[in-house]
């Protein structure tokens, strides 16, 4: 037998402490315990069984499905699980194994009609509570991964030769396993941040909180204070990690001369745990694992090597200035966002903020005279927007809807046109239909353009333009990549039927064959087209534009000024995004592929 099936078949060395009870745990869980030599044990509060209670005068009588070592109280760790498992389906047999029965009466919990699923985990919890008080009595640890918090009613049946009797009603929590457990509520989500304390605990937790969440959040239990006359919050309980909101979602509590750890539900439990036992637990109860740790005291500065302590000093201030870039990032974030809120209204806002977000745009975009009529004392019926350009008026409709529009609403800006002309004596007078569509939509995601043939057709007779906001929107930054100016886009605005931002003279050359040194460089196979240092090329990936320019050109590894034909590699003075379709200006490419 070769050395390699040898090791194949060698058990891991499992260590005789911690002695660990695992209940619920997934396999994958407990074998990796297993393999890094923890002396792990199965147990289950209970799980979830589909009931046949399908009339109203049905009821089941189900034998108590927790199991908890007998010898519970000799063990170190105590880890629990309360993430959601399988229902299991009733067998048809009762799940009431009268065999084993010693003496004249046993018990059973009662399914009645209309429960189709009984949840045994809150009256194994219930167990596991009262035996919690002596296992935390000693330097002992429970650690719980938390899920969604269940209240169940049972009813208890005392079965005797007589008769069945219901003898007790009572309502168990599947989440307080110990006593003095903190008030808990149920709140899901998945952002959380650190707590003060705990900073070793928490960064474990959040290391292992991708893919993760929480289900439940807690108060940090407090005590009175006859000194201060009020309740403060008692030390032995420490946050790890919170939510949004500052509501905990993560704690260590010391009760007795034990330990409590509640989690979110993490990934991978397993990996999350070992480091939990070797990196920190075992540094805190060195008793309860004498063969885990890291010698984490070698690396905490206590016994340091020659030039160790000056390293870790400039460490200390790489990650202040780390942290201090990016409390100016996210700050410099924050002005961005205020500063450009109103592209963000225009695509999500309706009424009084949307008018407001396309006047500031207009604004932007040029036009001197921009007027919210809202503000006005003019008659009821008029437009939301007016731009008077001295020798033409621009007379604006503004919606946002959740839907497409109607034919109503594209068309009453013409009734205000026409009213505006008669008023100036003048034809001068251009009606636009601004509308933010779909609004609850992503704008990629929505119709576009929403406008019906007949909507269409109607605006080109009636001589008014339709547009949506989120070809405004794209057309700011087709502006800021120098693909349109500010000019261009303001003379598309009295334009008829549907309007759209994009040059008519713009061509395309497609995709390049090959793109090299992270987009800076170019093969194309191009044909009666003309390429010349100097050009400006558009990039085109999706929505988004970006200009570059053509600082080179080759033609078999040999520069050329210019270049119609051929396969031709191009330098650029910036990076195109992989896979992007090129095109440039050009009234004389004739041959060349319209956009």
Same mark, same amino acid.
């Given at each position: 037998m070769t050395s390699e099936v040898t090791d194949c078949l060698i058990e891991p060395a499992i260590n005789e402490r911690p002695m660990i009870c695992v209940f619920d745990g997934d396999d994958q869980t407990l074998a990796l315990l297993k393999k890094e030599g923890f002396n792990c044990s199965k147990a289950t509060l209970g799980n979830l069984m589909r009931v046949p209670n399908t009339k109203r005068e049905s009821q089941h009588l189900l034998q108590l499905t927790h199991s908890i070592p007998e010898n519970f109280h000799e063990f170190d760790v105590a880890i629990v699980d309360l993430a959601p498992k399988e229902a299991e389906s009733y067998d048809g047999t009762g799940h009431l194994d009268l065999k084993n029965v010693v003496g004249d009466k046993t018990y059973a919990l009662l399914s009645e009609f209309p429960q189709q699923v009984f949840d045994f985990k809150p009256f194994g919890a219930h167990a596991l509570l009262s035996k919690m008080e002596d296992f935390l009595s000693r330097s002992s640890i429970l650690i719980v991964f938390a899920d969604e918090q269940v209240n169940a009613k049972y009813q208890l049946v005392e079965i005797t030769s007589a008769r069945n009797n219901v003898c007790d009603v009572f309502t168990c929590s599947n989440i307080e396993l110990y006593p003095g457990f903190p008030v808990v509520r149920n709140k899901a989500g998945s952002r959380l941040k650190a707590s003060d304390g705990g900073a070793g605990v928490s960064g474990l937790l959040f290391k292992y909180m991708k893919g993760g969440s929480y289900k439940v959040v807690f108060e940090h239990p407090t005590i009175w204070d006859g000194g201060q006359r009020m309740s403060v919050p008692i030390k032995s309980f420490t946050p790890l990690a919170s939510n949004d909101a500052g509501e905990i979602v993560a704690f260590g509590h010391e009760v007795n001369n034990g330990l409590v750890l509640v989690f979110?539900?993490?990934?991978?439990?397993?990996?999350?745990?070992?480091?939990?036992?070797?990196?920190?637990?075992?540094?805190?109860?060195?008793?309860?694992?004498?063969?885990?740790?890291?010698?984490?005291?070698?690396?905490?500065?206590? !016994?340091?090597?020659?030039?160790?302590?000056?390293?870790?000093?400039?460490?200390?201030?790489?990650?202040?200035?780390? &942290?201090?870039?990016?409390?100016?990032?996210?700050?410099?974030?924050? =002005?961005?966002?205020?500063?450009?809120?109103?592209?963000?209204?225009?695509?999500?806002?309706?009424?009084?903020?949307?008018?407001?977000?396309?006047?500031? !745009?207009?604004?932007?975009?040029?036009?001197?005279?921009?007027?919210?009529?809202?503000?006005?004392?003019?008659?009821?019926?008029?437009?939301?927007?007016?731009?008077?350009?001295?020798?033409?008026?621009?007379?604006?409709?503004?919606?946002?809807?959740?839907?497409?529009?109607?034919?109503?609403?594209?068309? &009453?800006?013409?009734?205000?046109?026409?009213?505006? =002309?008669?008023?100036?004596?003048?034809?001068?007078?251009?009606?636009?239909?601004?509308?933010?569509?779909?609004?609850?939509?992503?704008?990629?995601?929505?119709?576009?353009?929403?406008?019906?043939?007949? &909507?269409?057709?109607?605006?080109?007779?009636?001589?008014?333009?339709?547009?949506?906001? !989120?070809?405004?929107?794209?057309?700011?930054?087709?502006?800021?990549?120098?693909?349109?100016?500010?000019?261009?886009?303001?003379?598309?605005?009295?334009?008829?039927?549907?309007?759209?931002? !994009?040059?008519?003279?713009?061509?395309?050359?497609?995709?390049?064959?090959?793109?090299?040194?992270?987009?800076?460089?170019?093969?194309?196979?191009? =044909?009666?087209?003309?390429?010349?240092?100097?050009?400006?090329?558009?990039a085109k990936k999706g929505d988004s534009y970006s200009v570059h320019e053509i600082l080179s050109i080759q033609v078999d590894g040999v520069d050329v000024a210019s270049v119609s034909s051929g396969e031709v590699g191009v330098m650029l003075d910036t990076g195109v995004p992989n896979r992007s379709e090129i095109l440039l200006w050009g009234d004389n490419q004739a041959q060349a592929t319209p956009v």
């Open positions: 979110p539900q993490v990934e991978n439990k397993g990996a999350f745990l070992c480091e939990l036992f070797n990196n920190h637990l075992a540094e805190i109860f060195p008793e309860v694992f004498p063969y885990s740790g890291n010698f984490g005291w070698l690396d905490d500065g206590s !016994y340091p090597l020659p030039g160790e302590l000056a390293l870790l000093e400039h460490r200390e201030q790489l990650d202040a200035k780390y &942290q201090q870039d990016v409390a100016d990032n996210e700050h410099a974030l924050r =002005a961005i966002k205020a500063e450009h809120i109103f592209l963000r209204e225009m695509l999500t806002e309706s009424g009084e903020k949307l008018v407001c977000a396309i006047a500031t !745009y207009l604004e932007w975009l040029g036009f001197d005279s921009v007027v919210n009529m809202d503000e006005t004392d003019n008659d009821t019926l008029e437009e939301d927007l007016q731009i008077d350009c001295g020798d033409k008026l621009l007379v604006v409709e503004v919606k946002g809807i959740g839907g497409t529009s109607t034919d109503k609403a594209c068309s &009453q800006i013409s009734k205000i046109k026409f009213r505006r =002309a008669e008023q100036r004596g003048k034809f001068d007078v251009f009606g636009l239909y601004i509308v933010n569509h779909q609004r609850y939509v992503s704008p990629k995601n929505r119709k576009n353009p929403p406008f019906t043939e007949h &909507q269409i057709n109607d605006a080109r007779l009636d001589k008014r333009g339709l547009l949506t906001t !989120y070809d405004l929107y794209r057309a700011y930054f087709l502006i800021l990549g120098n693909v349109l100016d500010k000019e261009f886009v303001r003379g598309r605005l009295f334009d008829y039927g549907v309007i759209d931002f !994009y040059p008519s003279n713009m061509i395309s050359i497609g995709r390049p064959s090959e793109t090299l040194k992270k987009g800076r460089v170019l093969i194309f196979e191009i =044909a009666d087209v003309l390429l010349a240092a100097g050009m400006k090329l558009v």
